[in-house]
């Protein structure tokens, strides 16, 4: 098992710039996909961006593409969203989430970190 703990979320105008991160522990960090999802209220959860266990490998929604850079640090344990030119419907609690190569769920989910961008 494999624990996520979220930082970085806060209050940014439209068009600037945030920075998630996300620490991982437990069981080897390098063995997981991760992937960043979020939620807005009374909507359903989106993913937002992925990244293979090497980090060679990453993939984004459509509405984040261009603007968003999914990266991970094996080495220290950490995901990373960098997220620039923000809007206000990218407002939304922010998660990261965790899973084997081998399943296509997410098993191990952060608390999350909101997001907020004002108009």
């Known amino acids: 098992q494999v624990q996520l703990v979220e930082s970085g979320g806060g209050l940014v105008q439209t068009g600037g710039s945030l920075r998630l991160s996300c620490a991982a522990s437990?069981?080897?960090?390098?063995?997981?996909?991760m992937g960043w999802f979020r939620q807005a209220p009374g909507k359903e959860r989106e993913f937002v961006a992925s990244?293979?266990?090497?980090?060679?490998?990453?993939s984004y929604a459509d509405s984040v593409k261009g603007r968003f850079t999914i990266s991970r640090d094996n080495a220290k344990n950490t995901v990373s969203l960098q997220m620039n030119s923000l809007k206000p419907e990218d407002t939304a609690t922010y998660y990261c989430?965790?899973?084997?190569?081998?399943?296509?769920?997410?098993?191990?989910w952060g608390q999350g970190t909101q997001v907020t961008v004002s108009s």
């Open positions: 989430a965790a899973r084997f190569v081998t399943r296509g769920e997410y098993d191990f």
């Open positions: 437990g069981r080897t960090f390098s063995g997981y996909v």
């Open positions: 990244i293979n266990r090497s980090g060679g490998t990453t």
